[in-house]
């Protein structure tokens, strides 16, 4: 295994209880400090992958391999926000120190600096229920921050959120890698956010979940708003768009109840 | 880094600064008149008077339907009877719920720890509850006098009657707020490898609060019901009876205003203890819960 990689999925497969084959023979590695994005339709296997790789369910066949230590430390940032509505913003931050047994004095500093990296210092005592969709986000993000991963796992997080908010925390998810290089896997279905983002974008695609195509994004950092308007940046949009459309259109002439995949093409296209 | 943020920061400790503290007036008045205390109150002193008069008017012998006034006027000169005995239920009715509200919450913690467990004892906890407790109080208290002989042994029964009754609700609200977790978070809890202890301190019991809290709400009257019923089947007199004896014994004695007077005395017990354990409901979520949360729209 290349010294250099984070960590390495080698012909992962997971079958539901149901049947349904979630993940079929995958190999995907992933570099240190390299921002990957996993992009496919709904049910192509994405969020799986996350969850394998977190160790939060089990494959049902073969390996991962984990450079570097042998104990990674990882972070995990849900679709939802899923704080604790009962903890204001520092309590819920504060959480993976607490589960590890860190004292509250101890914890301060790292709590009260993860908070300061989202911006939310000034919040510390609010309650979820006060903070916007963006802000519970923020939130989400801290607490995975808290713990300095070294491997950040983000499932759709910015999913639910609309389109203003969700290229700030673009921006702002970016600068803060930038800074930290963590190794970051990403779950998105938003072509755009994926190339604006990423070093490279694997492409899935569903039944069996599979990887069809991975891009590499040449473009340099730091990316600033500009980049999204140039014509580079949709270069590579149309070509993922293709790869998408051809494994889906595959998939079409297989089944007609890939409708869902098929509205995510004609949205990108 | 930049302070994008810092507006809203400050808009929000502006908010805080224009809300004005509030004094003990607005605190305990304010509710006191509000329309939730005055609307319900109004219409129950239009009845009042409406009952009053309707006796007045139709000579309606006293030991059919007194008036308020003279149930009230009962209730004054036999306080010296009525509230012992009304302090003896609440006694009964107390140890009853503290001990629904332990048992309660320890076995659906049990519950939870094992599916197994859940399963094979749950329907047992069902067949409890829906056994009336008046065709089962009789035989608990034969049992309990075979147990504790002496003075406690009534007491002892009739707290265990109340106790069933109590149960139940505490039982089942718990563990299903227990099981109702986040599952996000539960995830969350698995990727720190938090300890089974730590999911439960810091995950269910929290998670299961409110259902704990409605769960309490609901026990607390039926505690009292369960006294009051035991003590009915009980009968006993004596220097330990409760209110219930108190109510029998009117009625048996045609003494039809000290009857109204000792129910007035358990109504108002059971809406005492339905306050006092909304209040604190509301204490426990009001910084989170929905249910506690004030909006303003």
Redesign the interface.
């Known amino acids: 295994m290349n010294p250099s990689s984070a960590f390495q999925l080698s012909d992962v497969s997971k079958v539901y209880t149901n049947g349904t084959v979630a993940l079929k023979n995958l190999d995907l590695t992933v570099n240190e400090g390299q921002f990957v994005s996993l992009l496919g339709p709904s049910g192509c296997g994405k969020s799986t992958v996350l969850r394998m790789v977190a160790g939060l369910g089990k494959m049902s066949a073969g390996t991962i391999y984990w450079g570097g230590s042998s104990q990674r430390r990882l972070a995990y940032v849900f679709q939802e926000a899923a704080l604790m509505p009962w903890a204001t913003v520092q309590e819920n931050v504060r959480l993976p120190l607490k589960l590890a047994g860190m004292s509250k004095a101890a914890a301060d500093t790292a709590v009260a600096e993860a908070i300061a990296l989202v911006e939310l210092t000034g919040f510390e005592h609010s309650y979820p229920r006060e903070l916007s969709g963006g802000m519970k986000m923020r939130v989400s993000i801290a607490r995975a921050l808290v713990t300095k991963p070294e491997v950040l796992l983000m499932d759709e997080p910015f999913g639910a959120l609309d389109e203003m908010t969700r290229s700030r925390l673009n921006s702002d998810l970016l600068h803060l890698w930038q800074q930290k290089q963590w190794t970051v896997v990403f779950v998105t279905h938003n072509i755009y956010e994926a190339v604006y983002l990423s070093n490279r974008v694997v492409v899935m695609a569903a039944r069996p979940g599979r990887v069809v195509a991975d891009v590499a994004i040449a473009a340099p950092y730091p990316r600033t708003e500009e980049f999204r308007t140039t014509p580079l940046f949709n270069d590579y949009c149309r070509e993922i768009s293709g790869c998408l459309a051809n494994a889906s259109g595959q998939l079409l002439l297989r089944s007609d109840a890939e409708a869902k995949a098929g509205d995510v093409i004609n949205q990108v296209a | 880094?930049?302070?994008?943020?810092?507006d809203?920061?400050n808009s929000?400790?502006l908010e805080k600064s224009i809300a004005p503290s509030r004094t003990w007036q607005q605190r305990w008045l304010r509710p006191l008149l509000s329309p939730d205390v005055l609307a319900p109150g109004a219409v129950g002193l239009l009845l009042l008077l409406f009952w009053e008069m309707g006796v007045r008017v139709t000579n309606m012998p006293p030991y059919l339907l007194p008036g308020p006034l003279l149930v009230f006027q009962t209730l004054v000169s036999e306080w010296g009877t009525l509230f012992p005995s009304m302090l003896i239920t609440l006694k009964i009715t107390l140890v009853a719920f503290i001990a629904a509200v332990v048992s309660g919450l320890l076995i659906s913690i049990l519950f939870t720890q094992s599916k197994w467990i859940e399963r094979s004892l749950f329907p047992y906890a069902v067949i409890l509850q829906t056994t009336p407790i008046v065709a089962i109080a009789p035989l608990i208290i034969l049992w309990v006098r075979q147990a504790v002989p002496g003075e406690s042994s009534t007491f002892v029964s009739l707290v265990i009657c109340a106790w069933l009754v109590a149960f139940f609700p505490i039982l089942s609200n718990t563990t299903l707020g227990l099981n109702s977790a986040?599952h996000?978070?539960i995830?969350?809890?698995?990727?720190?490898?938090?300890s089974r202890w730590?999911t439960l301190r810091?995950?269910r019991l929290?998670s299961a609060?409110p259902y704990f809290l409605g769960g309490l709400r609901i026990s607390g009257g039926l505690a009292l019901i369960g006294a009051v019923v035991a003590e009915f089947v009980a009968g006993t007199g004596g220097t330990s009876s409760g209110i219930a004896y108190q109510i029998l014994m009117s009625s048996f004695n045609l003494q039809i205003p000290r009857m109204f007077a000792a129910l007035l005395m358990t109504t108002a017990l059971g809406v005492a203890i339905f306050v006092a354990l909304t209040v604190f409901s509301d204490l426990m979520l009001r910084?989170?819960?929905e249910s506690a949360?004030k909006r303003e729209n």
């Open positions: 880094m930049t302070n994008r943020f810092s809203l920061a929000a400790n986040d996000n978070l995830n969350l809890f698995q990727l720190y490898h938090a730590q810091y995950l929290p609060m910084n989170w819960h949360v």
